[in-house]
């Protein structure tokens, strides 16, 4: 499904979007008002100047369109892999797109990503996982590593990996290991306005004011331990 065929899917009343060095960033309009479009297309690998860029926009949407929902489109192979790229930090750059983020939710910007086509490693965590609510669709790839990869890193044994990742979804790639993590809310069928509408609409509605995916992940069955550590470092913190 091409960009432009998604983009007509979601925003039937209309899009203005532009695409430049694979960052989308533009308007749209939707039965909840105008939203901000930002994301990735191409799977690209998210360098420097395509994470200010995004940062950018956001800055841009919260000075001029305060609480502006914000729509992300998600579709990248991850952070840039590279020597310039890293002795130039990019991990700064990633990190202050996060930040930016931030920065809109707590400026009262309701926000949803969606995973168009594949959802990778740093590109994803500082961008896609940093709204709201995340989805997908149906066909999207989402991962973090491959299992080859994690092997390599972990120095444990591809096969050990495969039959770790048939029970726990902590290991398995795949949009459906995150929902049962809490990573992503749902997977949707197909592009859909109707069903952005009902994202949006919870989006606006119910703009969390802490991270919920934990508690998601243990009602889920996909991360059983992260809520209660959580939990427990929080008493702790306040306890001492």
């Not at 420097?48 to 609480?67: K, N, S, Y």
């Not at 902590?170 to 994202?199: C, D, N």
Request: proline share 3%; glycine share 8%; aromatic share 4%.
């Amino acid at each position: 499904m091409s960009l432009n065929d998604i983009l007509d899917s979601l925003f039937p009343a209309g899009h203005a979007v532009d695409v430049a060095n694979s960052v989308i960033t533009g308007q749209a309009q939707t039965a909840q008002g105008p939203v901000a479009v930002l994301g990735t297309t191409d799977a690209a690998a998210i360098d420097h100047a395509m994470a200010l860029a995004l940062a950018d926009f956001i800055l841009d949407t919260v000075e001029q369109h305060p609480g502006r929902p914000l729509v992300f489109l998600v579709d990248t192979s991850g952070q840039a892999l590279s020597r310039s790229q890293e002795l130039l930090c990019l991990n700064g750059s990633l990190a202050h797109l996060a930040s930016c983020v931030d920065l809109a939710r707590r400026q009262g910007h309701a926000s949803l990503s969606l995973v168009t086509a594949n959802a990778v490693s740093g590109g994803f965590l500082s961008f896609g996982l940093m709204a709201d609510k995340a989805y997908a669709l149906a066909d999207a790839q989402v991962r973090v590593m491959d299992l080859r990869a994690m092997a390599r890193v972990t120095k444990i044994a591809h096969e050990r990996l495969v039959e770790l990742a048939a029970s726990s979804p902590i290991f398995a790639p795949g949009a459906e290991s995150y929902v049962r993590m809490g990573g992503i809310e749902a997977i949707w069928p197909a592009a859909s306005a109707e069903l952005l509408e009902r994202a949006l609409l919870a989006a606006v509605q119910t703009t969390p004011v802490t991270d919920q995916r934990m508690g998601c992940g243990l009602s889920r069955g996909g991360r059983q331990l992260a809520a209660g550590v959580a939990k427990m470092v929080q008493n702790t913190v306040l306890g001492a």
